[in-house]
T-cell receptor
Framework: AQSVTQLDSQVPVFEEAPVELRCNYS??????LFWYVQYPNQGLQLLLK??????LVKGINGFEAEFNKSQTSFHLRKPSVHISDTAEYFC?????????????FGTGTLLAVQP | EPEVTQTPSHQVTQMGQEVILRCVPI?????FYWYRQILGQKVEFLVS????????KSEIFDDQFSVERPDGSNFTLKIRSTKLEDSAMYFC?????????????FGPGTRLTVL
């Protein structure tokens, strides 16, 4: 069975500071990895995904994530955050080559950007 | 940009009542999903649906739940006799394909409150 762990439930950060949101996963098979963002009163929006190839993945809004197979991690980073980045961020996995593509989510990390 | 829509945004019901949550997936998508998020907990997969059949369902998706695509545009989740523990945010999603790499596009959610 797969699982996703987001250790930080909330990350406060000042505007223009760098941020890293941590995600670790557990799986007995290869997986695809995703980061979704949820702004207040909106649905989940895909930020980026790792399928294969380069371990550094760039997404929308200046975010990037690095896949580390040995550490089973997929941490999300941004070098300089804005107030508008305040949102809930979810890490998720799905089966590589599986029969279905259900997403297994972590508990989410609330990024709170302060002026 | 095409988006997944859900109605209502908030539904309040009495325990034991039936509720139907509605979703309009992106028009050229063929695969549909329901997820839910109980307050403070993970987003959890409920069911996936393709070609008028359930492709996969989770343990949560018991006989109280059913899904239907009643016409060419709507995708519904019915809970026959609601329980207090069904209170959650319910997300609908759709994707073009069922491969694990394909992006699932999420709606804004319906908040279900069971009293």
């Amino acid at each position: 069975a797969q699982s996703v762990t987001q250790l930080d439930s909330q990350v406060p950060v000042f505007e223009e500071a760098p941020v890293e949101l941590r995600c670790n996963y557990s799986s007995s098979v290869s997986v695809y990895l995703f980061w979704y963002v949820q702004y207040p009163n909106q649905g989940l929006q895909l930020l980026l995904k790792y399928l294969s190839g380069s371990t550094l993945v760039k997404g929308i809004n200046g975010f990037e994530a690095e896949f580390n197979k040995s550490q089973t991690s997929f941490h999300l980073r941004k070098p300089s955050v804005h107030i508008s980045d305040t949102a809930e961020y979810f890490c998720a996995v799905s089966d590589y080559g599986g029969a279905t593509n259900k997403l297994i989510f972590g508990t989410g990390t609330l990024l709170a950007v302060q002026p | 940009e095409p988006e997944v829509t859900q109605t209502p945004s908030h539904q309040v019901t009495q325990m034991g009542q039936e509720v139907i949550l509605r979703c309009v997936p992106i028009s050229n998508h063929l695969y549909f999903y329901w997820y839910r998020q109980i307050l403070g907990q993970k987003v959890e997969f409920l069911v996936s649906f393709y070609n008028n059949e359930i492709s996969e369902k989770s343990e949560i998706f018991d006989d109280q739940f059913s899904v239907e695509r009643p016409d060419g545009s709507n995708f519904t989740l019915k809970i026959r006799s609601t329980k207090l523990e069904d209170s959650a945010m319910y997300f609908c999603a759709s994707s073009e394909e069922v491969r694990g790499a394909d992006t699932q596009y999420f709606g804004p959610g319906t908040r279900l409150t069971v009293l």
